[in-house]
C-alpha cells in the first residue's frame, strides 16, 4: 500500500510538473485600438498615413511629427468596431530614438470619448503624462459606450526634444458584440479601378478581387469573427496571402493585405452603384474544396477557439461543415490537419496548443462520420506563420488551421 501511494504520488506530482509546464499565463488585456480588433483610425491632424501605426499593435513602430514646425496639440480619433464601454486609456511610448532624440515620445494627452460620431458629442475621458518609454495608462472617467475615441497629445516629454512620437495608442474595455450578418457584403473601390467584392454567407466570406486598373484579378475567401475578417487571397498567377480587414460606420473597408511579411494598405468606400467584378456573377463555392483541388492545401480562418482553449466556439460550425463536405466529395483524399498559433507564450505550450486544436478538429470530423484513418492530426505552434508577428493583425492572421493532403 506505502509503495502503490509513493507511486501514486510520484504520477501525480509528474502530471503537476506536465501541466504547469504548458500553462498559459492570462491573457494579456485586449487593446481595442487594433486594426486585428476592428479599430479605425478616422482622423490624424499630421500624416494620417503614418499614423496608421497607431493601430498595428506593434511599440516597434510610430508616428512622429517629422518636424518641428507643425505646433502642438496633435489630435488622431479612432473610430471602434462597435460601442464599448472603457476601462482605462493610455499611449505606449518610444524610448530614446536613434540619433539622441531623447524626451521624443508624447508627453501631455487627454482622451475623450463619443457615442454620436468622429465630429461630435465628444466628453473628457482621461487626462495624464505619458512615460517615455512603455505603456502609460489612465482610467476611463466614462462609464457608458462610447464609440469614437480622440487622442490629443500637447507637446514631447522634456523642452529640448526636436519632435514628437507616439508608438501605440491603447484602450481596454469592453464590446458590444458587432452585428455580423451580412457586414461583410458588398463591393468597394480599392483603386480608381480597382474593386474588392465579398460575399458573406454565416461566417464565411467569399469573392474576389480586382486591381491594376483591371489586368490583374483573383480570388478570396476566409470568415468573420467579432466585426473582423481574415482573408486568403490568390492571384491569377497562383500567388497567395492574407488580409485582414473590417468595415467602418460609413460602410467602408479597411485594412492590410500580406504577401509573406510584406504589408500594404488595403481599403476602400463602397463602389458606385451598378459597379461589377469577374465574380459577380458567379454562385459561390466551397473555399476548402477549391484550394485542395488546385494545390493540396488550404488554410482555413474560420475554427475559432477561445484563449488557452482546444474546444471549437459555436462560430467554428460553418468552417468545420465545409471541411467535412469536402472531405466527403474526396473520399480517397488523406490529410493532414495542421494547428498554427501566433508568436506569444512559451514555444513548448503554443506547439502543444496547436497539436490539442488539430486533435479536436479530427474529433470533430470523426464524429461527423469521416474515417477518422483519413486524418493526421499536427501542430506546428508558432513555426509557420503566414504573417508578420510583430503586428496584431499579423498574429490575428497566424492563429489558423491549414489541412493539406498527404
Request: proline residues 7%.
Amino acid at each position: 500500500m506505502r509503495q502503490w501511494a509513493t507511486i501514486t504520488g510520484w504520477a501525480l506530482g509528474l502530471s503537476l510538473l506536465v501541466s504547469m509546464a504548458f500553462a498559459q499565463e492570462p491573457p494579456p488585456l485586449d487593446d481595442l485600438l487594433t486594426l486585428a480588433r476592428g479599430a479605425v483610425l478616422v482622423d490624424a491632424s499630421i500624416d494620417a498615413r503614418a499614423a496608421l501605426a497607431l493601430t498595428d499593435g506593434d511599440p516597434a513602430s510610430n508616428w512622429n511629427t517629422s518636424t518641428a514646425k507643425n505646433p502642438a496639440p496633435y489630435t488622431f480619433t479612432f473610430e471602434l468596431v462597435a460601442p464599448a464601454v472603457i476601462e482605462a486609456v493610455g499611449i505606449h511610448g518610444v524610448g530614446e530614438r536613434p540619433g539622441g532624440v531623447v524626451g521624443g515620445s508624447a508627453g501631455p494627452v487627454t482622451v475623450e470619448g463619443s457615442a454620436e460620431g468622429p465630429d461630435s458629442g465628444f466628453a473628457p475621458m482621461a487626462a495624464f503624462t505619458a512615460g517615455p518609454d512603455g505603456a502609460t495608462m489612465a482610467e476611463s472617467t466614462i462609464d457608458t459606450p462610447v464609440r469614437w475615441l480622440r487622442f490629443s497629445v500637447g507637446g514631447p516629454i522634456g523642452a529640448d526634444a526636436a519632435w514628437v512620437y507616439v508608438a501605440e495608442a491603447i484602450a481596454h474595455g469592453t464590446v458590444t458584440p458587432p452585428d455580423e450578418d451580412d457586414r461583410f457584403t458588398g463591393i468597394f473601390q480599392s483603386g480608381r479601378a480597382d474593386f474588392i467584392e465579398l460575399r458573406q454567407d454565416g461566417t464565411s466570406v467569399t469573392g474576389c478581387y480586382v486591381e491594376n486598373s483591371g489586368l490583374s484579378n483573383g480570388s478570396l475567401s476566409g470568415a468573420v469573427e467579432d466585426g473582423v475578417a481574415r482573408l486568403n487571397w490568390t492571384s491569377e498567377q497562383g500567388i497567395t496571402g492574407t488580409a485582414l480587414v473590417t468595415i467602418d460606420s460609413t460602410g467602408a473597408l479597411a485594412g492590410v493585405r500580406y504577401r509573406q511579411r510584406s504589408r500594404s494598405i488595403w481599403n476602400g468606400p463602397p463602389a458606385p452603384e451598378g459597379t461589377t467584378t469577374p465574380c459577380s456573377a458567379t454562385e459561390p463555392t466551397n473555399p476548402i474544396i477549391t484550394a485542395l483541388e488546385e494545390t493540396g492545401e488550404a488554410r482555413i480562418y474560420g475554427i475559432h477557439f477561445d484563449h488557452d482553449s482546444d474546444v471549437p466556439k459555436p462560430s467554428a460550425t460553418s468552417a468545420l461543415e465545409q471541411l467535412a463536405e469536402a472531405l466527403e466529395s474526396a473520399p480517397e483524399l488523406n490529410v493532414v490537419i495542421e494547428g498554427h498559433t501566433d508568436a506569444d507564450g512559451e514555444d513548448g505550450y503554443n506547439l502543444d496548443l496547436s497539436d490539442r486544436r488539430a486533435r479536436s478538429v479530427v474529433a470533430w470530423l470523426a464524429e461527423r462520420g469521416i474515417d477518422s484513418g483519413r486524418l493526421t492530426p499536427q501542430g506546428l505552434g508558432e513555426a509557420e506563420p503566414v504573417a508578420s508577428n510583430d503586428t496584431a493583425d499579423g498574429k490575428a492572421l497566424n492563429r489558423r488551421v491549414d489541412v493539406v493532403a498527404r
